[in-house]
């Protein structure tokens, strides 16, 4: 079993930054690919970015990429969600989530087998 817990979430106003954290217990986190993803009322869970096990390679979403950036530090079983250059459309509650290791890194949540609750991520205007 897996334990993911999110962290960093906030108020921000747009332009600015937040870093979101994802810290996982129990089974090797480490050997885990780490994906997040965000939600808006009454909207379907969005794929945000991940990162294989290794950290070795990423993934993004076309709307975050060149703003956002995943690390991930097994030492600390821990993956970091560096947002930039945050806009409204941003806003919205982000979740962490895990699975075995696969290439092509999966997008879609129902690949995921573990979830964090989530963090709650405002951008005002």
């Known amino acids: 079993q897996v334990q993911l817990v999110e962290s960093g979430g906030g108020l921000v106003q747009a332009g600015g930054s937040l870093r979101l954290s994802c810290t996982g217990s129990g089974r090797t986190f480490s050997s885990l690919s780490v994906g997040w993803f965000r939600q808006t009322p009454g909207k379907e869970r969005e794929f945000v970015g991940a990162?294989?096990?290794?950290?070795?390679?990423?993934y993004y979403a076309d709307s975050v990429k060149g703003r956002f950036t995943l690390s991930r530090d097994n030492s600390e079983n821990s993956v970091h969600l560096q947002m930039n250059s945050l806009k409204p459309e941003d806003t919205a509650v982000y979740f962490c989530a895990a699975r075995s290791s696969a290439r092509p890194i999966p997008t879609i949540p129902n690949d995921y087998e573990y979830w964090g609750q989530g963090t709650q991520v405002t951008v005002s205007s």
């Open positions: 990162i294989t096990w290794s950290g070795g390679y990423t």
